[in-house]
């Protein structure tokens, strides 16, 4: 069965961090690009990071850069998205897709159920 899987999320205070992890199931996910969405109550889903397959180009939405890290582990089948200095306004279900990594960022193809982000005080 081809599944991706989100884990890691979780509660934490503003500058905290988190690391969600992204992991396939059903096929090996370093020949894709993955992409990483989030979105937060009452807004659309944007593109956070992503990956490229192939020569690791990555991109980040500006909101994020300097504060997250995505890589492959592939040894793990997965993906991750390191997230430091967290900020109230990264709150959001996050998800991660197969599909491909852009100059403008990742087109989604398959969707992970998604893992909720929440940073508080």
């Known amino acids: 069965q081809v599944q991706l899987v989100e884990s890691g999320g979780g509660l934490v205070q503003p500058g905290g961090s988190l690391r969600l992890s992204c992991a396939a199931s059903?096929?090996?996910?370093?020949?894709?690009?993955i992409g990483w969405f989030r979105q937060a109550p009452g807004k659309e889903r944007e593109g956070v990071s992503c990956i490229s397959s192939s020569d690791g180009y990555t991109w980040y939405t500006h909101s994020v850069k300097g504060r997250f890290t995505i890589s492959r582990d592939n040894a793990k089948n997965t993906v991750h998205l390191q997230m430091n200095s967290l900020k109230p306004e990264d709150t959001a279900v996050y998800y991660c897709?197969?599909?491909?990594?852009?100059?403008?960022?990742?087109?989604?193809?398959?969707w992970g159920q998604g893992t909720q982000v929440t940073v508080s005080s």
């Open positions: 059903g096929f090996t996910l370093d020949y894709y690009a």
């Open positions: 897709a197969t599909g491909s990594c852009t100059v403008v960022g990742p087109v989604p193809d398959y």
